[in-house]
Protein backbone atom coordinates (compact mmCIF):
# COMPACT_ATOMS: atom_id res chain seq x y z
CA UNK A 1 0.00 0.00 0.00
CA UNK A 2 1.21 3.55 -0.90
CA UNK A 3 0.94 6.22 1.67
CA UNK A 4 0.82 10.03 0.82
CA UNK A 5 -0.44 13.10 2.65
CA UNK A 6 -4.11 14.55 2.19
CA UNK A 7 -4.14 18.34 2.67
CA UNK A 8 -6.72 20.74 3.66
CA UNK A 9 -10.21 20.63 5.33
CA UNK A 10 -12.07 19.74 2.50
CA UNK A 11 -9.88 16.48 1.40
CA UNK A 12 -9.06 15.29 5.21
CA UNK A 13 -13.16 15.40 5.60
CA UNK A 14 -14.04 13.81 2.42
CA UNK A 15 -11.37 10.89 3.61
CA UNK A 16 -13.17 11.00 7.13
CA UNK A 17 -16.46 10.38 5.47
CA UNK A 18 -16.17 7.67 3.03
CA UNK A 19 -12.81 5.84 4.00
CA UNK A 20 -11.87 6.54 7.74
CA UNK A 21 -10.40 2.85 7.60
CA UNK A 22 -7.72 4.55 5.75
CA UNK A 23 -6.15 7.33 7.25
CA UNK A 24 -4.02 6.52 9.73
CA UNK A 25 -3.29 9.93 11.53
CA UNK A 26 -4.35 13.43 11.37
CA UNK A 27 -1.77 16.39 12.50
CA UNK A 28 -3.16 19.96 13.02
CA UNK A 29 -1.46 22.96 13.50
CA UNK A 30 -0.35 24.03 16.99
CA UNK A 31 -2.92 26.46 18.10
CA UNK A 32 -5.60 26.21 15.56
CA UNK A 33 -9.10 27.64 16.69
CA UNK A 34 -10.27 27.13 13.39
CA UNK A 35 -14.42 25.45 14.17
CA UNK A 36 -14.31 23.87 10.81
CA UNK A 37 -11.20 21.79 12.04
CA UNK A 38 -12.21 21.45 15.56
CA UNK A 39 -15.18 19.43 14.23
CA UNK A 40 -13.12 17.28 12.11
CA UNK A 41 -11.02 16.24 15.09
CA UNK A 42 -13.39 15.52 17.20
CA UNK A 43 -14.54 13.23 14.32
CA UNK A 44 -11.60 12.08 14.05
CA UNK A 45 -11.50 10.85 17.39
CA UNK A 46 -14.78 9.11 17.35
CA UNK A 47 -13.45 6.76 14.62
CA UNK A 48 -10.65 6.03 16.44
CA UNK A 49 -7.70 7.75 14.57
CA UNK A 50 -5.33 9.36 15.79
CA UNK A 51 -4.82 13.37 16.23
CA UNK A 52 -1.75 15.43 17.22
CA UNK A 53 -0.92 18.51 16.98
CA UNK A 54 2.20 19.92 15.52
CA UNK A 55 4.16 22.98 14.52
CA UNK A 56 3.07 24.74 11.16
CA UNK A 57 6.54 23.93 9.83
CA UNK A 58 6.36 21.04 9.59
CA UNK A 59 2.56 20.53 7.96
CA UNK A 60 4.13 23.14 5.49
CA UNK A 61 6.99 20.29 5.02
CA UNK A 62 4.38 17.78 4.74
CA UNK A 63 2.09 19.08 2.32
CA UNK A 64 5.38 20.25 -0.01
CA UNK A 65 4.05 23.97 1.09
CA UNK A 66 0.45 23.66 -0.80
CA UNK A 67 -2.19 25.79 1.00
CA UNK A 68 -3.07 22.59 3.94
CA UNK A 69 -5.16 24.79 6.34
CA UNK A 70 -3.57 24.06 9.16
CA UNK A 71 -4.70 20.27 8.77
CA UNK A 72 -3.41 17.28 7.23
CA UNK A 73 -4.21 13.44 7.00
CA UNK A 74 -1.48 10.64 6.86
CA UNK A 75 -3.85 8.03 3.98
CA UNK A 76 -3.54 4.86 2.73
CA UNK A 77 -3.28 4.95 -0.72
CA UNK A 78 -5.85 1.92 -1.91
CA UNK A 79 -4.84 -0.02 -4.77
CA UNK A 80 -6.07 1.42 -8.25
CA UNK A 81 -8.65 -0.43 -10.00
CA UNK A 82 -8.07 -1.52 -13.46
CA UNK A 83 -10.03 -2.90 -16.51
CA UNK A 84 -10.29 -6.40 -14.60
CA UNK A 85 -12.52 -4.10 -12.26
CA UNK A 86 -15.25 -2.81 -15.58
CA UNK A 87 -17.22 -5.86 -15.44
CA UNK A 88 -18.18 -5.64 -12.21
CA UNK A 89 -18.74 -2.42 -12.05
CA UNK A 90 -20.76 -2.38 -15.70
CA UNK A 91 -23.03 -5.11 -13.97
CA UNK A 92 -23.86 -3.46 -10.85
CA UNK A 93 -24.70 -0.16 -12.51
CA UNK A 94 -27.15 -2.28 -15.23
CA UNK A 95 -28.97 0.26 -17.90
CA UNK A 96 -27.35 2.99 -15.69
CA UNK A 97 -23.81 2.67 -15.96
CA UNK A 98 -22.10 6.03 -17.05
CA UNK A 99 -18.39 5.79 -17.84
CA UNK A 100 -15.97 9.08 -17.84
CA UNK A 101 -13.28 8.43 -20.30
CA UNK A 102 -10.18 10.76 -20.05
CA UNK A 103 -7.63 10.11 -22.93
CA UNK A 104 -4.45 12.03 -21.56
CA UNK A 105 -5.40 14.24 -18.72
CA UNK A 106 -2.20 15.44 -16.97
CA UNK A 107 -3.20 18.31 -15.34
CA UNK A 108 -3.93 17.62 -11.84
CA UNK A 109 -6.47 20.69 -11.36
CA UNK A 110 -8.05 19.47 -14.40
CA UNK A 111 -8.47 15.57 -13.43
CA UNK A 112 -9.61 16.78 -9.75
CA UNK A 113 -12.48 18.78 -11.19
CA UNK A 114 -13.32 16.20 -13.75
CA UNK A 115 -13.98 13.50 -10.95
CA UNK A 116 -15.84 16.18 -9.22
CA UNK A 117 -18.08 16.72 -11.96
CA UNK A 118 -18.35 12.61 -12.30
CA UNK A 119 -18.94 11.83 -8.75
CA UNK A 120 -21.75 14.83 -8.58
CA UNK A 121 -23.25 13.37 -11.62
CA UNK A 122 -23.48 9.93 -10.32
CA UNK A 123 -20.91 8.48 -12.90
CA UNK A 124 -20.10 4.47 -12.52
CA UNK A 125 -16.34 5.16 -13.09
CA UNK A 126 -13.79 7.51 -14.62
CA UNK A 127 -11.23 5.62 -17.04
CA UNK A 128 -8.13 7.14 -17.60
CA UNK A 129 -4.83 5.19 -19.09
CA UNK A 130 -2.09 4.58 -17.08
CA UNK A 131 0.73 6.18 -19.13
CA UNK A 132 -0.67 8.96 -20.51
CA UNK A 133 -2.47 10.95 -17.05
CA UNK A 134 -1.59 12.64 -13.79
CA UNK A 135 -3.14 9.84 -11.27
CA UNK A 136 -3.99 10.96 -8.20
CA UNK A 137 -1.89 13.38 -6.26
CA UNK A 138 -2.63 15.39 -2.90
CA UNK A 139 -3.08 18.19 -5.98
CA UNK A 140 -5.96 16.39 -7.62
CA UNK A 141 -7.50 14.98 -4.25
CA UNK A 142 -7.70 18.44 -3.37
CA UNK A 143 -9.12 19.36 -6.13
CA UNK A 144 -12.05 16.95 -6.51
CA UNK A 145 -13.06 18.07 -2.74
CA UNK A 146 -13.62 14.95 -2.09
CA UNK A 147 -14.93 12.95 -5.24
CA UNK A 148 -11.78 10.65 -5.38
CA UNK A 149 -13.38 8.70 -2.64
CA UNK A 150 -16.90 8.40 -4.10
CA UNK A 151 -16.24 7.50 -7.88
CA UNK A 152 -13.87 4.64 -8.98
CA UNK A 153 -10.69 5.51 -11.03
CA UNK A 154 -9.51 2.72 -13.32
CA UNK A 155 -6.36 2.71 -14.45
CA UNK A 156 -6.08 1.00 -18.22
CA UNK A 157 -2.69 -0.61 -19.95
CA UNK A 158 -4.40 -0.05 -23.26
CA UNK A 159 -6.81 2.52 -23.68
CA UNK A 160 -7.81 1.40 -27.11
CA UNK A 161 -8.60 -2.19 -26.19
CA UNK A 162 -10.69 -1.24 -23.21
CA UNK A 163 -12.64 1.12 -25.24
CA UNK A 164 -13.65 -1.54 -27.56
CA UNK A 165 -14.36 -3.75 -24.79
CA UNK A 166 -17.49 -1.10 -23.26
CA UNK A 167 -18.54 -1.89 -26.77
CA UNK A 168 -18.82 -5.24 -27.26
CA UNK A 169 -20.65 -4.89 -23.26
CA UNK A 170 -23.33 -2.85 -24.88
CA UNK A 171 -21.93 0.67 -23.66
CA UNK A 172 -22.40 3.10 -26.54
CA UNK A 173 -19.27 5.30 -26.93
CA UNK A 174 -19.29 9.27 -27.75
CA UNK A 175 -16.77 11.03 -28.09
CA UNK A 176 -16.46 15.01 -27.59
CA UNK A 177 -14.78 16.64 -30.58
CA UNK A 178 -14.90 20.16 -31.60
CA UNK A 179 -14.66 19.81 -35.30
CA UNK A 180 -17.67 17.16 -34.93
CA UNK A 181 -20.76 18.06 -36.98
CA UNK A 182 -23.57 16.55 -34.46
CA UNK A 183 -24.33 18.75 -31.40
CA UNK A 184 -24.23 16.22 -28.05
CA UNK A 185 -27.71 17.86 -27.35
CA UNK A 186 -29.21 15.68 -30.58
CA UNK A 187 -27.34 12.69 -29.04
CA UNK A 188 -29.00 10.12 -27.32
CA UNK A 189 -27.21 9.24 -24.29
CA UNK A 190 -30.05 7.55 -22.21
CA UNK A 191 -28.77 3.86 -22.10
CA UNK A 192 -25.09 2.59 -21.52
CA UNK A 193 -22.86 5.22 -22.13
CA UNK A 194 -19.43 6.16 -22.21
CA UNK A 195 -18.21 9.90 -22.50
CA UNK A 196 -14.71 10.06 -24.46
CA UNK A 197 -12.85 13.73 -23.58
CA UNK A 198 -9.11 14.12 -24.82
CA UNK A 199 -6.28 15.57 -22.91
CA UNK A 200 -5.37 19.15 -22.71
CA UNK A 201 -4.16 20.45 -26.13
CA UNK A 202 -3.84 17.33 -28.27
CA UNK A 203 -7.52 16.16 -27.62
CA UNK A 204 -7.98 12.12 -28.56
CA UNK A 205 -5.82 10.11 -29.84
CA UNK A 206 -5.98 8.68 -33.43
CA UNK A 207 -7.12 5.12 -32.12
CA UNK A 208 -9.10 6.49 -28.93
CA UNK A 209 -11.17 8.59 -31.99
CA UNK A 210 -11.66 5.44 -33.97
CA UNK A 211 -13.39 3.67 -31.18
CA UNK A 212 -15.63 6.08 -30.91
CA UNK A 213 -19.65 4.82 -31.61
CA UNK A 214 -20.09 8.67 -32.41
CA UNK A 215 -18.42 12.22 -32.13
CA UNK A 216 -20.69 15.42 -31.03
CA UNK A 217 -20.03 18.90 -30.04
CA UNK A 218 -20.72 21.26 -27.29
CA UNK A 219 -22.44 24.15 -29.24
CA UNK A 220 -21.11 27.57 -28.58
CA UNK A 221 -22.38 30.18 -30.37
CA UNK A 222 -19.99 32.64 -28.99
CA UNK A 223 -16.49 33.46 -29.48
CA UNK A 224 -14.52 31.07 -27.41
CA UNK A 225 -13.03 28.22 -29.66
CA UNK A 226 -12.86 25.66 -27.08
CA UNK A 227 -13.78 24.88 -23.48
CA UNK A 228 -11.08 23.60 -20.82
CA UNK A 229 -11.63 19.61 -20.45
CA UNK A 230 -13.39 20.18 -17.13
CA UNK A 231 -15.68 22.52 -18.14
CA UNK A 232 -16.91 20.31 -21.60
CA UNK A 233 -16.31 16.91 -19.12
CA UNK A 234 -19.39 18.55 -16.68
CA UNK A 235 -21.51 19.86 -19.54
CA UNK A 236 -21.41 16.30 -21.24
CA UNK A 237 -22.00 14.73 -17.96
CA UNK A 238 -24.75 16.73 -16.54
CA UNK A 239 -26.42 16.37 -20.69
CA UNK A 240 -26.55 13.10 -19.88
CA UNK A 241 -28.33 13.86 -16.33
CA UNK A 242 -30.91 15.73 -18.06
CA UNK A 243 -31.62 13.43 -20.59
CA UNK A 244 -32.09 10.29 -18.10
CA UNK A 245 -34.49 12.83 -16.71
CA UNK A 246 -32.65 13.81 -13.90
CA UNK A 247 -30.88 10.28 -12.36
CA UNK A 248 -28.09 8.79 -13.48
Known sequence: MREHWIVGINPVAGALANDPARVREILVEQGSHNPRTAELLEEARRLGVRVHARPRAMLDKLSAHARHQGIVANY??????SEYDLAAL???????????????????H???ACLRSAAAAGATAVIIPKD????????VRRASAGAVD??????????????RELKQAGVWLTGLAGEAEASLYDVDVKGK???????????????TREACDHLARIPMPGATESLNVSVATGIALFEVVRQRGGKS
Open 150 to 163: RVPLVEVTNLARTL
Open 193 to 207: VALVMGGEGEGMRRL
Open 132 to 139: RAVGITPV
Open 90 to 108: LEASGDAALFLVLDGVTDP
Open 76 to 81: EVPAAK
Open 110 to 112: NLG
